[in-house]
């Protein structure tokens, strides 16, 4: 009945692409055609339109499907397009809509470099606002716009990025009240994950660490957009303080160019380009097909979200914002097997996670090393924990000031339930066999002494290892690292001043320096290459319903309909996979001819 679903499923898809593939080549077509110009030439000046109120990843899903499902856009597809808008002639302008929100503050770094790259070619930046309200790291989405030549704001909408706040929900006494008992061991004192389950208001530490970051992110956006600005840092962080700055105050306070709606200062982008120019989405330009490398490949190997084992389990419209270590481990290794490669980029955007699949990652970064090809860390909004675990040994580190790492420490523990649910005329009872230890994460019991002992043992062990790994990848005695660890959450800024961070800067000068470790001269032509290469949407199929013979049919009929080899290749190894796994001895995926 199962693979009865999983083949209508696979089924229902497929004539749902069939039905829609023309319409998105078409679309692609007429895309291509009006970015390309006819054959009479090119159709006049572009200018590219980036909207960023629909959220910002750090990478693009692996999964072609996500991309539809996607209303946002990630930075390094920001970066890797403004960088080839830079050289292309037809871009004579970006024109950039800002959110109402917060921005994450790495990434936002990270765009308004790109940027300033962008405009350094003498092509202007229009950037418009509706308005930006105190929600989140909005200093941070102020810093994008004071990034541009020209700074509109709606007439009647106001500027408020007064500063940087954060909050923190505490359970503490709602946990005491219901009879939950949170067990929790951390390591140490900074790493506060576990707070919010067991305290009622910030420990002094949590404190401490919290507004450390908090001011570090605060003082480099005010300091950025002053820079930009051409203010002095105090006078434009005066003028933000005051507070809310509706439309001709924000100007005379000097925080925007222009007031005017949306569509004038289109017009005006418009304008400046030159005759006949055309506003082109950013999605549109994007999805251009780059031209060829050429010169020596440098791998590019991504990963974003919490760090654990085993492979991603496909979903045909899921996005991938989970690191899932044998996927990430094996880019690396094809990488290390691949002549062509000289050097690898590994792109890190997380939290943390599993120690023990960030060091199934990391021993890949270890032969990727002892193979002689340099692997240099780019992080993105967060490189922290398991993050900061898998980038301990590359061969160099690159962080944007604002990216949140270190956090090198480890907690774990349990809710014990058995009052809270108790109160309710429900009972936990447990069986175990084997040694007492079976039991020791039972939630109706608190940990035993002998268990709370073992347990903490085990955090005790995983810490030191960390510790290990990163005296050793940064080359700093272990009483040091002992010492600005403890769990302690860094900005990228802090972390280089303390020796966790090489370099600040983001993709483009990890790129540089994957350059100069791997001996390629400075004029010479680099290709980037991506480890996985992103899978086209088939194959995508055909890994969403390789659970059985009849959705692997189902795929050779569509095949067949779509008169696409590559689709009736990738449905025969589906059936031939399918075979094997069920005992029979598979010479070749398609019958001999």
Same mark, same amino acid.
């Given at each position: 009945m199962k693979q009865f679903f999983v083949t209508v499923a696979a089924v229902f898809v497929g004539l749902l692409l069939f039905m829609a593939l023309p319409l998105i080549m078409f679309t692609g077509w007429l895309t291509s055609a009006v970015l390309q110009g006819g054959s009479d030439g090119p159709r006049g000046p572009v200018v590219i339109e980036l909207d960023l109120r629909q959220g910002v990843t750090d990478q693009d899903p692996q999964n072609p499907f996500a991309l539809f499902g996607e209303s946002g856009v990630s930075v390094m597809r920001i970066v890797e397009t403004l960088d080839r808008a830079e050289d292309d002639d037809r871009v004579r302008g970006l024109f950039v809509r800002l959110p109402e929100g917060g921005i994450t503050p790495a990434a936002a770094d990270e765009i308004r470099q790109a940027i300033r790259r962008f405009r350094r070619t003498g092509k202007p930046v229009i950037?418009?606002?509706?308005?930006?309200?105190?929600?989140?790291?909005?200093?941070?989405?102020?810093?994008?716009?004071? *990034?541009? $030549?020209?700074?509109?704001?709606?007439?009647? @909408?106001?500027?408020?990025?007064?500063?940087?706040? +954060? %909050?923190?929900?505490?359970?503490?006494?709602?946990?005491?009240?219901?009879?939950?008992? !949170?067990?929790?061991?951390? &390591?140490?004192?900074?790493?506060?994950?576990?707070?919010?389950?067991?305290?009622?208001?910030? +420990? @002094?530490?949590?404190?401490?660490? +919290?507004?450390?970051?908090?001011? $570090?992110?605060?003082?480099?956006?005010? /300091?950025?957009?002053?820079?930009?600005?051409?203010?002095?840092?105090?006078?434009?962080?005066a003028a933000l303080e005051e507070g809310p700055a509706t439309?001709?105050?924000?100007?005379?306070?000097?925080?925007?160019? &222009?007031?005017?709606?949306?569509?004038?200062?289109? &017009?005006? @982008?418009?304008? &400046?380009?030159? %005759?006949?120019?055309?506003?082109? *989405?950013?999605?549109?330009?994007? $999805? #251009?097909? !780059?031209?060829?490398?050429?010169?020596?490949?440098?791998?590019?190997?991504?990963? %974003?979200? !919490?760090?654990? +084992?085993?492979? !991603?389990?496909?979903?045909?419209f899921g996005g991938d914002s989970t690191i899932f270590s044998d996927d990430l481990a094996e880019a690396i290794y094809d990488a290390i097997e691949d002549d062509s490669v000289r050097a690898i980029v590994?792109?890190?955007?997380?939290?943390g996670g599993s120690d023990v699949a960030s060091e199934q990652i990391l021993a890949a970064v270890r032969a990727a090393i002892a193979a002689d090809k340099p692997v240099v860390v780019s992080m993105g909004a967060y490189a922290a924990s398991g993050g900061y675990w898998i980038s301990s040994e590359a061969s160099h580190i690159v962080a944007q000031p604002s990216t949140l790492t270190g956090s090198i420490g480890v907690f774990g523990g349990k809710f014990v339930l058995a009052e809270a649910l108790g109160r309710f005329g429900i009972d936990v009872r447990g069986l175990s066999v084997g040694g007492d230890y079976a039991d020791a994460f039972a939630t109706g019991e608190a940990f035993s002494a002998e268990d709370r002992a073992a347990f903490a043992g085990w955090m005790d062990s995983v810490y030191n290892e960390f510790i290990e790994r990163v005296a050793r990848g940064r080359d700093l005695p272990e009483a040091r690292v002992r010492e600005i660890a403890r769990g302690r959450v860094w900005t990228g800024a802090q972390a280089r001043q303390l020796g966790l961070v090489d370099e600040l800067g983001g993709f483009h000068e990890a790129v540089n320096r994957a350059r100069v470790l791997a001996e390629i001269g400075e004029d010479d032509d680099i290709q980037l290459r991506r480890f996985p290469a992103q899978r086209s949407p088939w194959e995508e199929l055909a890994r969403a319903f390789s659970g059985g013979t009849e959705?692997?049919? /189902?795929?050779?009929?569509?095949?067949?309909?779509?008169?696409?080899?590559?689709?009736?290749?990738?449905?025969?190894?589906?059936?031939?996979?399918?075979? #094997?796994?069920?005992? $029979?001895?598979?010479?070749?995926?398609?019958?001999?001819?």
């Open positions: 950037a418009h606002s509706q308005g930006m309200l105190p929600a989140g790291a909005v200093v941070s989405s102020y810093m994008i716009g004071a *990034s541009a $030549s020209e700074f509109w704001l709606q007439g009647n @909408a106001s500027l408020q990025a007064a500063g940087l706040a +954060t %909050e923190e929900i505490f359970f503490g006494r709602a946990f005491e009240r219901y009879g939950i008992n !949170a067990q929790f061991e951390q &390591r140490y004192e900074y790493k506060n994950a576990p707070n919010p389950f067991l305290q009622s208001d910030y +420990t @002094a530490p949590h404190r401490e660490a +919290t507004l450390s970051w908090m001011n $570090s992110v605060y003082i480099n956006a005010v /300091a950025n957009a002053a820079r930009d600005r051409e203010m002095e840092r105090a006078d434009l962080q439309g001709q105050v924000a100007v005379e306070r000097g925080l925007v160019d &222009r007031l005017g709606q949306v569509e004038e200062a289109e &017009r005006h @982008a418009l304008t &400046r380009a030159g %005759e006949n120019a055309h506003i082109v *989405s950013f999605g549109d330009y994007a $999805s #251009r097909p !780059a031209q060829p490398g050429r010169g020596a490949v440098i791998a590019v190997i991504g990963g %974003e979200g !919490a760090i654990v +084992t085993g492979p !991603a389990q496909s979903s045909p590994l792109r890190v955007s997380s939290p959705a692997a049919e /189902a795929l050779i009929t569509l095949g067949a309909v779509a008169r696409d080899p590559e689709v009736r290749a990738i449905a025969a190894r589906v059936r031939a996979e399918r075979a #094997r796994s069920e005992g $029979s001895v598979v010479l070749a995926d398609e019958p001999l001819n």
